[in-house]
């Protein structure tokens, strides 16, 4: 989350993914952002600020447990949504 985060992301910027299957959210009080960040290691986390992770994309396969680590994650959003498309694309092909 950026300071200047004081509301929802407009729909200009949810809609830079449009997949029904991708789900985005503010995380205002960053409750998500913290438990992620507890799953990754270290070396993953592209985009913090204070300890918090803001402005990434995180893939989870329909069939994973709260807990486990995403098959994807990245960050900021608009530097990895071909990649999201890419992750998104190949996991519509292995089922």
Known sequence: MLPTDWAKPSGMVQSRISDSRVVQFWDKDHLVAKEVRQQLSTSRICCQRNGIIWDAAALYPSDMHWGAS?????GAVLDVTGDVRQHLS?????R
């Open 70 to 74: 995403p098959a994807f994650f990245g």
């Open 90 to 94: 190949a996991m519509s092909k292995s």
